[in-house]
């Protein structure tokens, strides 16, 4: 072999060893990210691209949801819409679904519904347009009907406003199914919008 | 020097050429893209396989599955044999029908191809087409087989096991045949009833034959693949007809001569002569209830103003009380109904203190059952089912499955709605004057304790212990008197403009309050 083939071969390899390097680069997750996901029922945060300084621009993409809390006077609910972080599937974006409402309100007026000693330890998206809400309930807990009714109906709505093609709601306490949270609303069936607890 | 510079051009392309090779060998090894052979009913399918994980669409058309992907986000949605299974990237639970079948580790999407681990197609995809396989990993070949028998090795597509219930609601009876996944069936008149026989599926039968105490239907019997419904005197027929979610055949069996269907429920028959009142003190036992901010208890309080309620109402309607509990104990919600529907109750009082984490919220309120968030499969059963089940109470009528349960209860109480609104509206019209609360008004809630009622049923919010200045009120002994004089007045006046549900009169001997436990 002379050394002009020799450098060639060398060239051919190089151009290998690139070609590895462009197709090896992160790819196949984040391409999903930039894509809108089918069980998001939002509107695109626009403003919320926000490419780093100095850097190309990577989208952090996120999402409006719109999220149910309780006003101080009368316990009615009432939606307020925020941008997160858009979630990587179903079950990251019930778990933001929860995060969120336990977080509370940013409006003055509102209150959090979701006592700290509610925690979600699933979602799941079901077909059929059905979603499980597993909770943790601490056995400790105990609602008048008005604030079971409001902690279920933020669950239910917020969940349902948000979720694209969902049309019902089942919630389990401890990973198993039961009557109620505390002695009022009925968890043994999947439940639909509460438009009760919304304010008129 | 040409016969040496055409040996190097030759010697170079070689090396280009190889060159080439081994960067396409090593891109394919690096993405982890290669194929593997699926063989089903002698036929081989090329499977793409991304390190240890298989193609999901590729196996799942290979076995003669539908596959829709969504577009955007790169879930596939697979279907067949009646069933359904999504393979979502970036989770490891997989949806088949209303099950999660859990899988070793996360599908994931290479070149928006979802690629799934082994044990997604043995546990998930290969039972839905009533198959197994292995993989030999030195052959690189899934081989798949028909499972033996039609059973799917218990996956989705195994047997269908059926439930029974019979529910009679005159002129009409319904046997319910609740279905753990949907079958085809084929109906069949024969001279001593009906029979539903399942086509394509084996049937897991809860009973050989049992028989019911019913007007039309003297047993329902199984034999092999077909249920009969077997009826209790000539001159009757039947149809049967499918419904879904929950899967279920309803049979109705009717009188020949009265063209039985679709009529609208007759009325309920008037309670008896000896009307009974059941009053239920909310909450019990290690379930407080709401606490006040002053640490009193809503259990306390609900029991408390019971008492003066089962006092205070036969004095206005000549009535039987009964309270669900005369004692600090824990009582289920649903054998509270069940009480009521044992003692054939007239009405159905649950009483309930209220609590917030509004600060201002104060005031009584009465809530009537809403069946419109409760699912609404549920109501359309309510609708297509005809509407009362007089007497019929969970239980009854065989039903072992929650699901049937659900349904039989909606529909009992679903008979009973607009007699419960009206007697909510009385009980809050009494509770403004009488209490001088505050005036919630009348509202309804998905509430499992009236989910199950055969009679009118309300709950009653007499106040929100929440509330420091109401918590104070709900201590009270007047204050308490006076609800329970409300309330007793309102079913006074429910009574009064409903004549034929009840005698309105004065005191009755034996009205005194029975506990239930």
Redesign the interface.
Known sequence: MSRRAAALLLVAMAVAVGALLFVNRPSSSTRRFRRPLAFLRVTPATGALTPMPGTRATPTESVRVTLFFADSAEGKLHPEERDIAKPAGPGAYLRALFEELARGPARPGLIGVIPQRIQLRNGFLMPAGEVVLDLSVDSSLSFGSAEELSIVAALVDTTLQNVANTQRVRVLVNGEPAESLGGHVDLTRPLGFLRGELAP | MST?ST??SR??GA??AA??V??FA??GS??GQTTATLVWRGESFPIAVAGTDFSVGDAARALGFAVSR?T????LSITGNGH?L?A????S?V?V??R?VEIGKPM????GVVYAPADFFEKALFPLGKATGTYDATKRMWTVVESRGTSGGGEPAGPVSVDVAVVHVEPTTQVVLRESVAARFEPRLVESGLQVRWIDRKVTAPFAERRFEDPLVASVRFEGDTATVVFREPGLTARAYPLT?PDRVVVEVGRLVETPPIEPAAPPPPPAPALTIVVDP??GGA?????GPGGLQ?KDVTLQIARRVAAAIPRVVASRVVLTRDSDSAI???DRTSLANHEKAGLFLSL??????????HGSET?YL?L?????L?SEAARRENQAIPGTGPGTGSATN?DLD?ILWDLAQSAHLNESSRLAEAIQNQLNVVSKTENRGI???????L?GATMPAV?V?VG???HPEEEKQLRSATFQEGVANAIAKAVGEFFAKHPGTAPVAGPTPGATPSPAR
């Open positions: 040496q040996q190097s010697a170079a090396c280009l060159s080439l081994f960067v090593m891109l690096a993405t969504d955007t986000t790169g879930v359904q999504v979502g990237p970036g989770t639970q949806p029908d209303q999660i994931r999407s290479v070149r979610d909310g909450h379930e407080t209830g709401a606490v809503e289920s919600l649903d309930h203190a209220n609590s917030s984490r509004a600060a201002g919220a809530y809403s419109e968030s409760s699912d609404r549920a929650p659900f509202k309804q809630a998905p509430f499992r304790v989910a709950l919010e929100f212990i929440s």
